[in-house]
Structures are given as structure tokens and as C-alpha cells.
């Protein structure tokens, strides 16, 4: 830890808020292998990041038109949130740090290359809105992670400079896209390991949930 004082926490949502990713992962292995994609799990887990239509179109170039890319989306997520629902939970210990953030007059944001039914899912489904200041969403930028736009939106809408700010991140997208926009990095893995964010100086801690006691650090 850096010892800097923050005011502000930027949360990435899936696998970093709730441990949904092998969900997202598993629904597009099935969807994309029944359009002919003949991928592997590992390989899935390797390009399940960005928006859902960028990673259809990386897929399949050229092949859906926007609507239908849209339509796949959907039907991909109302897939994913059936399988995940009966396990929708926030990882260990967040909802104590979210209180303390809370306390501690902390704002909190949301950026994720998720479209806003996905967040609402999570944060409706688990009754954590009244936590967060802004929600930066699919939607509310033009290029995903590792681009660094979702980061600095969020910092616009919550009026605070990168020195000020604290992202939380599962992957190696995200911790680049927070490189990318100056801001300061921990994270959990709940799906990548420690070795593959070795390139990412701003990456100052990884915890294996939010009980981790050195997050206190961070709240004061």
C-alpha cells in the first residue's frame, strides 16, 4: 500500500464486486460455440473482456450487424443471470467496506463494460445503489478497458482527480485502462494471478476478498 489517502474507490463490477466472471464465461463459451466458434474454455476466459459487441465482433468480423450483435447480448446476459442469480452475492467483506467507505464520506463509482441490465442485476439484486455516486456503464463510453475512458468518466462525474482515486480490478484490462488514466490499482483475484499484472506499476496490492485487513489503510 502507498500510504496516500483516497477519496474516492472505482470498482469494476464482474469478479471484482460480486465472483460472477466464470458465469459471463461459461454463457459465452456456449453461445459463441453454437454459432461455430469451436473455442475452448481457456480461450473464452482469455477474450471474455470489453463490451459484448466487441467481443462478438472480434469473434465473428464482420458477420452480425448491430442489432443483431444487441440481440445476442441479450440473450447472452438473460443466460448468465439465470445461471448466476441463485449464487448472487457481493465478495467477502464488501459490503463492511462499503459501509466504512459510506462513513468515511469515500464516493464510490462504478465502471464496467457491462450493459446497465447487468448492473442493475447486481446492484438492485443486492441492495447497493445507496453506496454508489456514479455508474459509468457499456453504454457511456465508446471504447472498453483497457482504454482508459470508463476510468476518467468516472472521475468527471464524481468531480475528482486521478490522485485522488483507488480502482478495484480483477484483470489485466483493467488494471491497463487504469495505468492508462494515472490512477492507482488493487486487485482481487478471484480469476487472474498475481504474475500476469508483473507490467502494471500502478497495481499496488492484491487481495484475495475485501476482508483483507490492509484495506484499512485505504479507509482512513
Same mark, same amino acid.
Given at each position: ?10 470498482? =469494476? ?11 459471463? @464465461? *461459461? ?18 476466459? +482469455?477474450? /471474455? ?7 462478438? +465482433? !472480434? ?11 444487441? !440481440?445476442? #447480448? ?6 448468465? $443471470? ?8 457481493? @465478495?467477502?467483506?464488501?459490503?463492511? &467496506? ?12 462504478? *465502471? #464496467?463494460? %457491462? ?23 457499456? =453504454?457511456?463510453? $465508446? ?5 482508459? *475512458?470508463?476510468?476518467?468518466? /468516472? ?14 480490478? =480483477? #484483470?489485466?484490462? *483493467? ?9 492507482? /490499482? @488493487? ?9 500476469? &499484472? ?6 499496488? %496490492? &492484491? @487481495? ?13
Amino acid at each position: 500500500m502507498t500510504g496516500k489517502r483516497y477519496k474516492c474507490f472505482l470498482f =469494476d463490477l464482474n469478479g471484482t464486486m460480486v465472483n460472477d466472471m466464470q458465469y459471463h @464465461i *461459461g454463457s459465452w463459451h456456449r453461445i459463441l460455440n453454437e454459432l461455430g466458434a469451436n473455442i475452448s474454455m481457456e480461450r473464452m476466459k +482469455e477474450e /471474455c473482456y470489453g463490451k459484448n459487441n466487441e467481443l462478438l +465482433e !472480434r469473434m465473428f468480423p464482420g458477420r452480425f450487424t448491430e442489432e443483431e450483435k444487441n !440481440r445476442l #447480448s441479450l440473450e447472452k446476459e438473460k443466460k448468465y $443471470q439465470q445461471d448466476f442469480k441463485p449464487n448472487l452475492k457481493l @465478495i467477502d467483506g464488501l459490503d463492511e &467496506f462499503l459501509k466504512k467507505a459510506d462513513e468515511n464520506n469515500k464516493k464510490i463509482a462504478v *465502471g #464496467s463494460a %457491462a450493459i446497465m441490465f447487468n448492473i442493475d442485476f447486481v446492484l438492485d439484486g443486492l441492495n447497493i445503489r445507496r453506496y454508489v455516486d456514479a455508474i459509468v456503464s457499456a =453504454d457511456d463510453v $465508446q471504447k472498453s478497458k483497457p482504454d482508459p *475512458g470508463t476510468w476518467l468518466t /468516472c472521475m468527471e462525474k464524481l468531480n475528482a482527480d486521478s490522485d485522488e482515486c483507488l480502482v478495484f480490478e =480483477d #484483470s489485466p484490462k *483493467g488494471a491497463e485502462s487504469a495505468l492508462n488514466a494515472g490512477i492507482d /490499482c @488493487i486487485i482481487i483475484t478471484t480469476l487472474h494471478r498475481p504474475e500476469e &499484472f508483473y507490467q502494471y506499476n500502478n497495481v499496488i %496490492a &492484491f @487481495i484475495n476478498d475485501f476482508k483483507n485487513p490492509e484495506l484499512q489503510q485505504v479507509l482512513s
